[in-house]
T-cell receptor, first 116, second 111 residues
């Protein structure tokens, strides 16, 4: 299947700092890029997503950027708070709208720790 | 309340003993999917379904079966479980990808 490389695997920041997580992919047919947050012992939650025809999307303190040419997309969290501590997963869908519309591939996850 | 319900939440079983993990959603979603989560590997898709009687393989379908006879239910079947299927399993549903609603998870141990 499609490969998604996610970095870093762990990220530690001080409260108020920014955090950036990056994912790279290889298949140019990938055209839908969601991000999920999973708190310890809980289920994943979709927090933001971006389509391939958009370069950036923001939702309050969270933003996602996409560089289709370089085949990478990133999650940006500004003014981090302790409750942002969780595992974050990037994901992608290849050919959304085509025959692989339902096949979702995840990155390996980033453990974000925000220290008060 | 909108929800995706998985059962059981925890299960310990022996190698080769057939088991079924149920998944039910009350949101009339057409799209449902199963994932396994293992440390360091993230979430890997097992099977997904775009609608009733329409299912397709994800990235790791070997050793699993699914069925979608009704819109609300999408059970995961392990015909002959093996220890390498010990994992945390999630069911999810949405009006369409990407998933918006995940179940609580099922922690399966095969000994």
């Amino acid at each position: 299947g499609e490969n998604v490389e996610q970095h870093p695997s762990t990220l530690s920041v001080q409260e108020g700092d920014s955090a950036v997580i990056k994912c790279t992919y290889s298949d140019s047919a990938s055209n839908y890029f969601p991000w999920y947050k999973q708190e310890l012992g809980k289920r994943p939650q979709l927090i933001i997503d971006i389509r391939s025809n958009v370069g950036e999307k923001k939702d309050q303190r969270i933003a996602v950027t996409l560089n289709k040419t370089a085949k990478h997309f990133s999650l940006h969290i500004t003014e981090t708070q302790p409750e942002d501590s969780a595992v974050y997963f990037c994901a992608l869908i290849r050919n959304a709208g085509g025959t692989s519309y339902g096949k979702l591939t995840f990155g390996q996850g980033t453990i974000l720790t925000v220290h008060p | 309340e909108a929800q995706v319900t998985q059962n059981p939440r925890y299960l310990i079983t022996v190698t080769g003993k057939k088991l079924t993990v149920t998944c039910s959603q009350n949101m009339n979603h057409e799209y449902m999917s199963w994932y396994r989560q293992d440390p360091g590997l993230g979430l890997r898709q097992i099977y997904y379904s775009m609608n009733v009687e329409v299912t397709d393989k994800g990235d790791v379908p070997e050793g699993y079966k699914v069925s979608r006879k009704e819109k609300r239910n999408f059970p995961l079947i392990l015909e002959s479980p093996s220890p390498n299927q010990t994992s945390l399993y999630f069911c999810a549903s949405s009006l369409g990808p990407p998933e918006a609603f995940f179940g609580q998870g099922t922690r399966l141990t095969v000994v």
